[in-house]
């Protein structure tokens, strides 16, 4: 398949242009114009390619936009006014914890001394991003109830296929072979199934029950000589903590399985709830979200994984290790001879690990857990705020977020919860997380985070009660939502059906040779 | 708590409206046998004592070294204002696009990334998603066993090694097969072996080679291409980003798919992270090319936008067919590898590419006249390994005179007499000719010291 | 939603037209419907052989993926190449335009174990 050739013009196709207020963009390569930018690195001697032979070479340079910095600048400033996100307004974003990233942590993964050390140096060298790495491994430990941590998997799906193939190499190593199967419920992440088909695992569904636990009967009935393990997120994707979570747990190793933990909902537990304590194997953690590293437009984040005593062996390598001396080293290569081995380059995402020590550092035990505690009584709150307009499915005290759903707004109105989720942006919200987790209909997933105040709840409950209104009384209006974005909805199907995924009206023929 | 809002007396008006008088009750469906009472951490720390913590911790770190330390992280000069855009907080504190109404300053910068790799990579369709170019590399090789529905293979010994073992790591447990194939003496892949290969044994999936490969040596990328598609495999490049400004570009040799680290575009070296996996392949397979991907579309009212698309492939909605459980888009480094780019530009990417090349010829030569040749006959680029007689020693001694003198390929190949006693050395354009003579300079005083001092130095 | 006599369906969503010994298999207007704007569907090669219910393909929308699955066993004779550039045909003309693949029906008595329009028509009354 070919995406269509298509001309972009700077036009009225990107709207009107004001003062301030959204504008949308030309791209780079619109902006483009031969012979601008230059300055920022000196040039080569003119034969510095002569000894490379001809047929590695590139025979016509490379199209990229030239520009002077002024421009550049102005385009990134300009896209960044077309952006919602933490620092400009509430984003109740359930199961992503957007809660506020402190500036510190950005100043402190820049320090010179952290950022220009490479990830090769010799450990004489990284004497102090050793130490960071494994205090924040023992601080890790210590929040998750875990033997050890390591640091390495670079986001949470990395972490789960990391501790999902430890899981795999713990039953080889004991000759377990028929193991072939995890467990997740329906209310999962869909990083769970799909993790356990990368490993190699055939995924068994079980579901919930009425009260949105997992249903422990379909546990108990799933569990067989062929589990290997059972994948759960506690609290779970509902926000609700599994209060059976004991004989979970026991039904799980009673199996011979071992039991997973998706760390995605920590935020709600910090020093209330420790995961190895409590008889969890694996586990892994979200940086992004419960140590505000941030999230970066969705990316990068870092998703250690702590592991009890069983899975110690089969921890990749290399590990942050201190010596009698007190001093820190990386374990070599082979050291540890059950290691799962590499499952990344180098030793880990340190810039995002740097932001999480610096996290950790200023709340101390006690502040961590305040985070919980504000975290779940502002969920709590909200939802009580939400008094009547909109249904809660599971009405039980609640963790760190929960889930209302529109349906009955549906049927009155014919208003579905992503005109809702639409309308919200009018009233200058983010809207929740909608349609997940796919077992509650027409759902949203509310996570307000500790750091927003009692102010931003109250007036965010004003609005979904106010959009529950319009919804009765002018329905158009919310489903013709947003208004007053840059953009209003877009045509989805169009982009899937004829992918336009770069710009293809420059192309190397009109711009000189570089050389 | 340093960053939460709340007074005393909202919490009391939150309680009160949930008819309680402490959040005990909200947390009393944790079982008390399972329930913590707190965490054994240091306690909370003021910002100043914390910034003073920080600062000492990197200054514990040695960056000061002339390095000639690269093998797959490469120090570049990065604009100033890379860092100024990428400090934004409504670029660096938003979310995975998923509203794109209120996102589009992230989508089309993700867009723009996708457009600029496909122009330096000659491919057509570009993912931000993964996380480094090992990850890429493992995701790449999976790519052609779903496309070709085989399951075996060959990647070169003179890959990464770190992406080699990845790799691996992911193959595995899918009761996948890897083969290695071994590299000539002029460090580059045997391709005689690489045709028996795909001769031999289980169908072949795909074949992976580097470019520059790991000893910075360029392979007969176009030649193992077309063995690769002559047995109905896929080819893998290996790539790394800056050297596609004067190197041929994967399109160019035929290459299905480019994988490699972004981290040279822009990105500070870390300690190993956060980095970019480079994707990218062409339009024929599409639908095998895991993470998000951004399209351009128009919205009700005809205005041109972009938006996440395709997305029905992804572990959100597929589950346990998805082609990945990949869910981060890497879109603040990928950011960053844009504006870099933007801010560079075709001219300055070039110059960077052949500055590092031209340094490193002077390191050359500058090595062997202190008596360390080069190890490899093949061409290079700006990375090539060097003979050094008790490569690990001189490496360790060389640090006390101020030079990280590259990598001991002993930490990587124990087990090869060749590359035991080998030091694999790079420049870029930000070596500086006083640290190559610093570096030939003490690393003749240590030969010497050794009883080896070349006839040239000791004149 | 449109429920065409004369065809037989599966319970997974397909439909099949007999043309002498070659099965036309499509997705019903209640599939297409439920799964939204079709963007892209994924067919087998012409000539595969496929067991019954053998799954022979995907079909994708903005929202949602699912896998096609073989209501009879049979060659794969022929493939609907329009889809390939104009997807939209599934939801637009589901029983017509938007036909996806004919096989050789290797066992009649496959045909007659479907159902017939009214069984369908219950079928997705039940939900």
């Known amino acids: 398949m070919t995406a269509p050739r298509i001309e972009m013009t700077i036009g009225p196709e990107l709207g009107p242009r004001t003062a301030l207020g959204p504008m949308l963009q030309p791209t780079l390569m619109e902006l483009s114009r031969p012979g601008r930018g230059e300055g920022k690195v000196p040039h080569p001697p003119a034969d510095a390619l002569e000894d490379i032979p001809v047929e590695h070479r590139r025979a016509m340079p490379p199209a990229l936009p030239e520009l002077n910095e002024a421009e550049v600048v102005r385009h990134f400033v300009n896209l960044s006014h077309l952006n919602y996100s933490i620092d400009s307004g509430f984003y109740p974003l359930g199961s992503c914890t957007m809660k506020f990233n402190p500036k510190i942590n950005e100043w402190a993964a820049r320090l010179f001394g952290f950022a220009k050390l490479h990830p090769l140096a010799p450990d004489a060298l990284a004497q102090g991003t050793l130490q960071l790495l494994w205090e924040l491994e023992e601080a890790l430990k210590e929040i998750s109830g875990m033997a050890a941590v390591t640091l390495q998997p670079a986001a949470g799906a990395h972490g789960e296929l990391t501790g999902i193939l430890m899981v795999r190499a713990y039953h080889e190593a004991r000759g377990d072979h028929d193991r072939r199967e995890v467990i997740v419920p329906d209310s999962s992440h869909g990083t769970n199934p799909a993790t356990a088909s990368m490993a190699g695992f055939t995924t068994v569904t079980v579901p919930s029950d009425e009260r949105g636990g997992v249903d422990l009967d379909a546990l108990r009935a799933a569990l067989s000589p062929r589990t290997a393990a059972v994948m759960l997120t506690n609290p779970s994707t509902l926000g609700l903590f599994e209060d059976r979570i004991v004989e979970l747990l026991d039904a799980v190793h009673a199996a011979g399985a071992l039991a997973y933990m998706d760390g995605a909902n920590l935020n709600a537990v910090l020093g209330k709830f420790r995961p190895g304590a409590a008889g969890f194997d694996v586990m892994h953690f979200n940086v992004h979200k419960t140590f505000s590293t941030p999230h970066g437009g969705g990316g990068p984040g870092a998703g250690p994984v702590g592991v009890g005593e069983a899975l110690l062996p089969y921890l990749p390598s290399p590990l942050v290790l201190r010596e009698p001396d007190g001093s820190f080293r990386l374990e070599r290569p082979g050291e540890r001879p059950e290691s799962i081995g590499r499952v990344r380059a180098y030793q880990g995402s340190t810039g995002v690990l740097v932001r999480a020590y610096a996290y950790i550092r200023a709340h101390g035990g006690t502040g961590l857990a305040q985070v919980s505690e504000d975290a779940v009584l502002a969920a709590n709150y909200l939802k009580s705020r939400l008094g009547g307009a909109y249904e809660i499915p599971f009405d039980r005290p609640c963790k760190h977020e929960f889930v209302a759903t529109a349906r009955p707004l549906k049927e009155a109105t014919g208003v579905r919860t992503l005109d809702v989720a639409k309308r919200l942006i009018d009233k200058g919200y983010h809207p929740p997380t909608i349609y997940f987790p796919l077992i509650v209909e027409e759902c949203l997933l509310i996570e307000p985070t500790e750091t927003e105040s009692v102010e931003t709840l109250d007036a965010f409950a004003e609005a979904l009660i106010e959009i529950a209104r319009e919804a009765h009384e002018d329905p158009d209006l919310v489903i013709g939502a947003p208004h007053s974005a840059p953009v209003r909805r877009l045509d989805e199907a169009t982009a899937a059906r004829q992918p336009d995924l770069r710009w293809r009206a420059m192309t190397g023929a009109e711009t000189p040779c570089p050389q | 708590m340093p960053y939460g809002p709340h007074t005393g007396d909202d919490r009391a008006r939150m309680l009160a409206a949930l008819g309680l008088d402490s959040v005990e009750p909200l947390f009393a469906d944790i079982p008390a046998s399972v329930r913590a009472h707190g965490l054994d951490l240091p306690g909370p720390e003021p910002e100043l004592e914390l910034a003073a913590r920080l600062e000492r911790l990197a200054a514990r770190n040695r960056v000061d070294l002339a390095s000639f330390l690269g093998a797959g992280v490469y120090r570049h000069y990065i604009p100033a204002a890379v860092d100024q855009i990428l400090s934004r907080g409504e670029f660096y504190t938003a979310y995975t696009p998923y509203q794109p109404e209120i996102s589009q300053g992230t989508l089309q910068t993700i867009y723009e990334y996708q457009s600029l790799l496909a122009e330096l990579t000659g491919l057509d369709v570009v993912s931000a998603s993964h996380y480094d170019g090992a990850a890429a590399t493992a995701e790449a090789a999976l790519m052609t066993v779903r496309a070709t529905r085989r399951g075996r293979v060959l990647v070169s010994h003179a890959v990464h090694r770190h992406y080699l073992d990845t790799t691996r790591t992911y193959f595995t447990p899918a009761g996948l097969v890897l083969d290695e194939l071994p590299t000539l003496a002029d460090g580059t892949t045997d391709l005689a072996e690489l045709e028996r290969s795909l001769a031999a044994g289980a169908p072949v999936a795909g074949v992976v080679l580097g470019q520059p490969n790991v000893f910075g040596l360029l392979e007969p990328m176009a030649e193992a291409a077309r063995l690769a598609h002559a047995a109905g495999a896929l080819f893998v490049a290996v790539v790394e980003p800056v050297s596609l400004a004067v190197l041929a570009p994967p399109g160019a040799y035929g290459a299905d798919i480019a994988a490699g680290e972004g981290q040279p575009l822009g990105i500070a070296p870390m300690y190993g992270g956060p980095y970019l996996g480079v994707l990218a392949t062409t339009d024929a397979l599409i639908r095998q090319i895991p993470g998000r991907l951004v399209g351009r579309t128009t919205d009700l009212d005809g205005r041109r936008a972009f938006v996440m698309t395709m997305r029905a492939r992804e572990q959100d909605i597929r589950r346990e067919k998805a082609a990945s459980n990949i869910c981060t888009n890497q879109a603040l480094c990928a950011l960053a590898a844009t504006v870099y780019l933007a801010t560079i530009g075709p001219h300055g990417l070039r110059d960077v590419a052949a500055g590092g090349a031209a340094k490193a010829r002077e390191l050359e030569r500058a090595l062997r006249v202190a008596g360390a040749p080069r190890v490899h006959r093949a061409a290079y680029l700006n990375e090539f390994a060097v003979h050094v007689p008790g490569a690990q020693r001189v490496h360790a001694a060389l640090l006390d005179r101020g030079v990280l003198a590259g990598l001991p390929l002993a930490r990587w190949y124990p087990d090869d007499l060749l590359l035991r006693d080998a030091l694999l050395v790079c420049a870029t354009e930000v070596t500086t000719s006083d640290d190559i003579a610093r570096f030939a300079a003490a690393l003749a005083a240590e030969l010497g010291a050794a009883g080896r001092v070349p006839a040239e130095v000791a004149r | ?127």
């Open chain 3, 1 to 127: 939603m449109e429920v065409r006599d004369g065809l037989r369906y599966s319970d997974d969503h397909e439909w099949l037209r007999l043309e002498g010994d070659v099965g036309v298999i499509g997705i019903t207007a209640y599939a297409a419907d439920q799964l939204g704007d079709v963007v892209f569907v994924e067919m087998p090669a012409v000539g595969a052989t496929l067991t019954l219910h053998q799954a022979f393909g995907v079909v994708e929308s903005v929202k949602a993926v699912s896998d096609l699955y073989a209501p009879v066993g049979g060659e794969v004779v022929g493939v609907n190449e329009a889809l390939a550039g104009r997807p939209e045909l599934v939801n637009s003309d589901p029983y017509g335009d938007g036909w996806m693949v004919k096989l050789r029906v290797a066992d009649a008595a496959q045909v007659d174990a479907l159902k017939d329009a009214d069984a369908y028509r219950e079928l997705i009354r039940a939900g």
